[in-house]
């Protein structure tokens, strides 16, 4: 089945009574036993909820595994996973994840005993260097966030199985419409649906989807024993939204490539990053496993030029807002917003500068989006 149609159909015909076309919300907390030991399939709304499993099947079958568990965010997402490990356990990631994982990464779960090296995933060498005995698990996020850099999924992945070391991917950038790690051999591919899988900045929400019975059925019991699963209002958001995931790729793709294009020929911008162009340096490994660019960019900002502060308020369509993946258009600065739990040794070290612009592009008309980019940057200092 196509993508297009998946998103639409799977899981979302539940109602038997009346039929209806969308999906119900049961906001109820229990569900009454029929006698002792015989229930319709759920007791406890944290345990299993119709709704919620209507969304869980919807992102499994979009990812191609064969289940799902929808969290509260996409925090929680990553939290859970994590708690199949203990401690003792290493864990080998990159050095320009998202910044809420680094801070759980480097501040939360060194106190209870896991430890972590990040190290650039783009040269394997250094990943294989920080394999050690104690290495349970790579945690993979690509494209990067905000530098669009791009991890070799089959490399990284081939070399941790080499190892029978768990992977997960966080697939949150690129969304299952362009990227599908299952297909990389990948263990476990988490998300943060607040982003595009839900796409219209109305909900938080997160996802982690598994392809093999045993780590499904871990899975599921550390989101109901840790009391991270999604509630029904928020999951019956995220089915609505989801429906309409490839257009809204295609479309925020196809204007994030015309804005790269045009912020790559202005003066007062010294770097385009956005896989869609030429310019990128990773053009094989994008091809081979990417299925498009995605709607996210960055830039550096000639600050002798424009005023980042003037910039930002000139935008008419550019919300100066964290986060991303939505209907609207955002913009905003790593160094100071997204990022700034990294440090300063760690926004270096991963190559962000106070320069570094990035942009949610959202599904606006491109021509306005550029009229306006165009207004903010011809602002001189
Ligand atoms: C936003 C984001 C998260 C965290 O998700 P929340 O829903 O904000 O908790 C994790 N990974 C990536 C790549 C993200 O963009």
């Not at 289940?67 to 996409?74: I, L, P, V």
Request: charged share 20%; with cysteine; hydrophobic share 40%.
């Amino acid at each position: 089945m196509d993508i297009r149609t998946k998103s639409v159909h799977t899981g979302v015909y539940k109602d038997k009574s009346y039929n209806s076309v969308t999906t119900p919300i049961y906001p109820s907390s229990t569900f009454a036993f029929d006698a002792l030991g015989k229930n319709r399939g759920y007791d406890y709304t944290r345990s299993g909820n119709p709704t919620r499993a209507a969304l869980e099947e919807n992102i499994a079958s979009l990812e191609g595994g064969i289940g799902c568990s929808a969290t509260a965010t996409g925090m929680a997402a990553i939290t859970a996973s994590m708690f199949l490990l203990k401690a003792g356990d290493h864990v080998v990631t990159g050095d320009d994840i998202y910044g809420g994982t680094y801070r759980l990464f480097s501040k939360v779960l060194p106190q209870m005993g896991i430890s972590f090296s990040f190290v650039n995933m783009r040269d394997l060498k250094k990943v294989k260097a920080a394999i050690t005995s104690k290495t349970k698990m790579v945690w993979i996020e690509t494209p990067s966030n905000p530098l669009l850099n791009i991890v070799d999924l089959e490399e990284v992945i081939g070399l941790a199985k080499s190892k029978t070391i768990l992977t997960a991917v966080d697939n949150t950038f690129l969304s299952p419409y362009f990227q599908k790690p299952f297909e990389f051999g990948a263990d476990l591919v988490v998300h943060s649906t607040t982003k595009y899988i839900n796409g219209h900045s109305d909900v938080v929400g997160g996802a982690i989807i598994y392809n093999n019975k045993a780590i499904g059925e871990r899975v599921r019991y550390m989101v109901n024993a840790l009391g991270v699963s999604q509630a029904p209002f928020d999951a019956w958001l995220v089915l609505r939204g989801v429906k309409t995931l490839s257009q809204r790729m295609e479309a925020h793709q196809a204007n994030a490539l015309s804005i790269a294009k045009f912020l790559e020929g202005h003066k007062n911008v010294q770097k385009v990053y956005y896989p869609g162009l030429i310019s990128h340096p990773q053009q094989d490994l994008i091809r081979k496993q990417m299925k498009g660019f995605g709607g996210m960019l960055a830039f550096e900002l000639n600050t002798k030029k424009v005023e980042l502060n003037k910039f930002f308020k000139k935008l008419k369509f550019f919300s100066l807002a964290e986060s991303l993946g939505g209907v609207e258009s955002l913009i905003e600065h790593p160094w100071l917003m997204s990022h700034s739990s990294m440090g300063v040794e760690g926004l270096k070290k991963s190559g962000i500068t106070k320069e570094t612009i990035r942009v949610s592009v959202g599904i606006e008309g491109h021509n306005d989006l550029i009229d306006d980019l165009s207004r903010a940057l011809a602002t001189a200092k």
